[in-house]
């Protein structure tokens, strides 16, 4: 089917840089300008992925549709999404999308609690190293390995000749280590 220029609609995705999850499915004639409007008028979960410094990356799905088959298509895309566990932003009560966003909003606070004992800075490091540790190995292997950790170098401090305190994000990143991950300096979770 031919479709003139003037006709043509684009399927595309904007995905989470963070989590690499796609987060909206839309269409557009004109994606490029649609990606802009999505950035200026910043709907909550992208201010907060700008608030970063990051931006999220917009992937076109299909194109060179007419608008029947443009609405149909975007319908299969955020089906598809949905499927995947991707937490959609299309629909303001997408269930997936607002029990996510709780879950990681309750574990950040209760992350600050438990953490609250250390200096604001590194208290900030290890809530986000922890996040991140969760995100890459699970919440189960990341608390095991590092309660392990934090109580194995509190043995050590307690014997004579440690060279130095050895900080809680020092053990965070011991245990992304040994699990094959790397925290970089200034890394957000």
């Not at 970089?184 to 979770?189: F, L, M, R, T, V």
Request: aromatic fraction near 10%.
């Amino acid at each position: 089917m031919s479709v003139s220029v003037d006709q043509a609609h684009a399927i595309y995705a904007l995905v989470d840089p963070e989590t690499q999850k796609v987060r909206y499915i839309g269409k557009s004639k004109q994606p490029e300008e649609r990606y802009r409007q999505h950035i200026r008028k910043a709907p909550a979960w992208i201010k907060e992925i700008l608030e970063k410094g990051l931006k999220p990356e917009q992937i076109i799905l299909e194109s060179g549709l007419n608008s029947e088959e443009a609405g149909k298509r975007e319908e299969y895309w955020i089906r598809w999404y949905e499927s995947k566990n991707n937490p959609l932003e299309n629909f303001q009560y997408n269930e997936y999308a607002l029990r996510e966003r709780d879950e990681a909003r309750e574990l950040h606070e209760r992350l600050v609690a438990e953490f609250s004992y250390l200096p604001e800075e590194e208290m900030h490091q290890v809530v986000a190293m922890t996040e991140y540790g969760y995100e890459c190995v699970g919440a189960c292997a990341w608390e095991s390995a590092f309660q392990v950790a934090r109580y194995t170098v509190k043995m050590l401090e307690k014997s004579p000749g440690l060279p130095r305190r050895i900080s809680e994000p020092e053990i965070a990143g011991l245990v992304l280590q040994m699990y094959g991950e790397k925290w970089e300096e200034g890394e957000q979770g």
